[in-house]
């Protein structure tokens, strides 16, 4: 008999205690570089033009080096332990902590610029704005503002904790491209191509932005800087609206509104990378379903009457309206949706209610998509409701808060307007149950209960 | 009419759904087990920290007033199959229930028994101790959950679908694992030799201590009555605080065994799921089919067929004659990374009358194996 006593094998432990020597160093390089943030908030660096750079940096390998820490040593596959223990991941305090910090960030940066340091009237930018005037006077030779220091972080959030992304999902194809699309569209199209065309002078475009997210299309101020932009802003005013009338129509009959809000969209993107570990906090009762048909569409009415009485007094100079004063509603959807809701709320409560509450109870430009792939589109996620296990690992992980199980279950393909086709419940399902599709065979029938066929005959080749 | 099912996991339920679907009988749901039907599949998870009781379970807790489906939580310990009454355990106290007091007796019209499985236990010397135990209701999460606090090994007997679940799950927790597996190769007596080595691989590349071709022999014990290591076939000692048993599961009836209905392994039912007994039928993991179907097992305790039986109870106490007919063997199940699934038989060993195609991809996690009947050219 012998008496061997066998050490953890564990080369693969899933959630390595807090020992390792990469995990500390990570760990103390990404909080000095947000340390270094607040200290410039606090006005406690100044003049010196590379500290926000190091800062910068010093986040950036941070949460890198963390990220392949935790993920490399690991074989491929999902990663999903202890998501229910963890204090940030399931509303404990470090969940409110974030919160609160980054609902307070975007007070200030929406309602108290002043207290993030921008300068009042020419005067000089202070704190943190300040600090970020070396990045600002480098791309585009002017300044920093408050919205300049929110798309730096905002487009680093998006870089680093993609790369974070991928590096989870790295098994998984589907997820690799659409993440490498969101950083890439979020660096070129949201941030380095409005920065540039600033600095040149020009009129500047998010081209990937449109109507009705971006609701301020239609504004005097918008209108009248594209016309009299010359021929670049001629262009993008029939760009903008070809985008919302023929563009993104036509994609998503072909892709399902997917390409825009999980491939493209800023929003998302940020949903996507940073809100990753939040997804499924996500409310996925019937309740919560109705909630968001109402709320959504009713932003979306919002929108589109607001937008008529804008166009309305832009054509004719008058801005009364029946009763109704159309820079006083302007201003209202300002405050309320493009401020209150799609940021404070979108992104300050994403540790708490999950990183799509924006996109799924909010966003007009979603309601339009959504409408579309309800009724007119090849997107859907099929079912092989035979192997279906009944689990719950898709409707939990979905961060649209869809019932995906309530279908799967019954082998009924998955026609929603909410959906955003992340692909994370085909990812997370054990039994290879889930499958995004854009096939057109059965696509009269792709909201019947009962239907099995997935491969025409004539698509079936046999090799040799 | 009134309708009594007892079980509330996937066969019972499923039998509810239908019958409400079908028609306005009264229809009453009984558990010992949770308040609410949650999915069996789904219980790793929970140890796992990927779901919460409330993820697990498919539909509200207001589906079942809508759907007019009384639930009650208690245990039966007679079916007074003449009289037609259920008389339950005045003992028994739920640690957590919603669902108000249980009556001392029930009594139907019909009655469909979705009683599920029990654990093996081959009678292996401290099979009974505290700290052992296998995987397959809630309480055995929940206890599983106390007992694996501060452990430094588990010890897990058996290599099948439980085992390497169970073994998963202590991974999640960083607590070390043996697995004490008979067969030379894990689950060799399903898997054909490539797919069964292929999954072993996985297990090793875990981190798990895979012991094949080695048998549990005895468990040790400590004063307290408490499991504290074990002896293999061979004669290793390996010290440990838990053992999980999960050498497969049993129809859950021995309790029925002299209650007059009549039963082999399982509850015997002919093809309309009915028993011995005239309004009683059995459904799932408990039912023994009396005439085996070409290609299945006349006991399969797996979730579909759970569902499938479910529904054919569910028509054939609404008065529609159905035959329970699952079609082709299929199934599917996730081996730490690997999904597999299967469609038909495949034989384990190669054979006359059959030809197989076997890809394997370079990185040795993926495969497939096709299987088709070999035809003589003339």
Avoid at chain 1, 206 to 234: A, E, H, Q, R, V
Avoid at chain 1, 290 to 316: C, D, G, N, P, Q
Wanted: net charge neutral.
């Amino acid at each position: 008999m012998t008496d061997q006593v066998y050490p953890s094998m564990s080369i693969a432990d899933p959630h390595p205690p807090f020992v390792d020597g990469m995990q500390k160093l990570s760990t103390a390089l990404g909080l000095t570089g947000l340390l270094m943030l607040i200290l410039a908030w606090l006005n406690q660096f100044s003049g010196d033009s590379t500290l926000v750079w190091i800062s910068l940096l010093l986040i950036t390998s941070g949460t890198i080096l963390y990220a392949w820490r935790q993920y490399m040593p690991l074989p491929e596959g999902i990663k999903n332990n202890g998501v229910w223990f963890g204090r940030l991941t399931s509303r404990g305090w470090l969940a409110w902590a974030t919160g609160l910090v980054i609902t307070f960030f975007y007070v200030c940066l929406y309602w108290y610029p002043g207290l993030v340091g921008l300068g009042a009237e020419g005067q000089s930018n202070t704190g943190l704005v300040a600090f970020f005037d070396p990045i600002s006077m480098a791309i585009k030779d002017k300044p920093a503002s408050q919205w300049f220091v929110y798309g730096v972080l905002y487009t680093l959030a998006i870089l680093i904790f993609g790369v974070k992304f991928i590096l989870k999902y790295r098994h998984n194809q589907y997820q690799i491209l659409r993440t490498l699309s969101v950083m890439f569209f979020q660096l070129c199209f949201a941030f380095a191509i409005p920065e540039l065309l600033d600095r040149l002078n020009q009129p500047s475009m998010d081209f990937k932005n449109m109507w009705p997210l971006n609701y301020y299309f239609f504004f005097d101020w918008n209108l009248d800087k594209l016309l009299s932009g010359g021929n670049l802003g001629l262009f993008m005013l029939v760009w903008g609206i070809a985008m919302i009338l023929i563009i993104s129509p036509i994609l998503t009959y072909f892709y399902g509104k997917r390409w825009y809000c999980s491939w493209v969209c800023g929003c998302g993107g940020l949903a996507e990378t940073a809100g990753d570990p939040f997804r499924h906090l996500s409310d996925k009762s019937l309740k919560a379903w109705k909630i968001e048909r109402w709320l959504i569409h009713s932003v979306l009415v919002f929108a589109v009457i607001m937008t008529i009485m804008v166009i309305y007094t832009y054509l004719t100079g008058q801005s009364q309206i029946l009763f109704l004063n159309s820079y006083n509603i302007r201003e209202w959807y300002g405050f309320l949706i493009g401020a209150a809701f799609s940021g404070v709320v979108g992104v300050g409560f994403y540790p708490l209610m999950g990183s799509r509450v924006w996109c799924r109870f909010g966003c007009p430009m979603a309601a339009v998509l959504g409408l579309q792939q309800r009724f007119f589109s090849r997107f859907r996620i099929t079912t092989n409701g035979g192997q279906c296990i009944s689990c719950g690992n898709c409707s939990t992980y979905c961060e649209m808060g869809i019932d995906v199980r309530s279908y799967a279950q019954r082998g009924q393909n998955i026609v929603r307007a909410s959906c955003v086709g992340c692909g994370i419940c085909a990812a997370v399902c054990p039994r290879g149950v889930l499958r995004l599709e854009n096939g057109t065979v059965d696509i009269k029938e792709r909201t019947t209960a009962v239907r099995n066929i997935h491969v025409p005959v004539g698509e079936v080749k046999i090799l040799s | 009419m009134k309708i009594v099912i007892l079980g509330n996991g996937i066969s019972g339920v499923t039998a509810a759904r239908f019958v409400r679907k079908m028609s306005n009988h009264e229809i009453i749901v009984i558990s010992k087990e949770t308040d609410y039907f949650f999915s069996r599949t789904a219980l790793m998870y929970l140890y796992m920290g990927h779901m919460r009781l409330k993820d697990v379970q498919p539909y509200e807790t207001a589906f079942w007033q809508k759907n007019r489906i009384q639930l009650i939580r208690g245990e039966v310990s007679t079916i007074d199959f003449h009289e037609k009454i259920l008389h339950f355990d005045p003992k028994f106290r739920a640690q957590e229930t919603i669902l108000g007091a249980t009556p001392s007796s029930v009594s139907y019209d019909k009655l469909v028994l979705a009683l599920g499985s029990a654990t093996n236990k081959f009678g292996w010397p401290g099979q009974d101790l505290d700290r052992v135990q296998g995987l397959y209701s809630y309480q055995d999460v929940e206890s599983m959950e106390k007992t694996s606090q501060d452990i430094s090994r588990a010890v897990i007997v058996g290599g099948g679908l439980i085992g390497i679940e169970m073994a998963e799950m202590f991974h999640s927790r960083h607590i070390p694992v043996t697995m004490l597996v008979r067969e030379s190769n894990y689950w060799d007596m399903v898997l054909p030799p490539e797919e069964s080595k292929m999954v072993g691989r996985q297990i090793v590349e875990h981190g798990i201590d895979l012991r094949l071709a080695t048998g549990l022999k005895e468990i040790k014990g400590n004063d307290q009555g408490q499991a504290t290591g074990v002896i293999t076939n061979p004669g290793d000692q390996i010290d440990c605080e838990f053992v999980g048993l999960t050498a497969g599961v049993h129809p859950n009836i021995r309790w029925l065994k002299e209650s007059g209905i009549e039963t082999d392994r399982g509850i015997l039912v002919d093809e309309y799921l009915q028993s011995s007994i005239k309004d009683v039928y059995a459904s799932g993991d408990c039912a023994q089919m009396r005439t085996t179907r070409a290609g299945r097992r006349n006991i399969e305790a797996v979730w579909y067929t759970g569902r499938m039986m479910g529904e054919v109870v569910a028509h054939n106490l609404c008065g529609n004659q159905v035959a329970y007919d699952p079609g082709i063997w299929f199934n599917s199940a996730k081996f730490f990374d690997i999904e597999y699934q299967v469609y038909g038989q495949v034989p384990v060993e190669s054979s006359e009358k059959l030809e197989t195609i076997y890809w394997e991809g370079d990185d040795g996690e993926k495969s497939i194996r096709l299987i088709f009947e070999k035809i003589q050219k003339e």
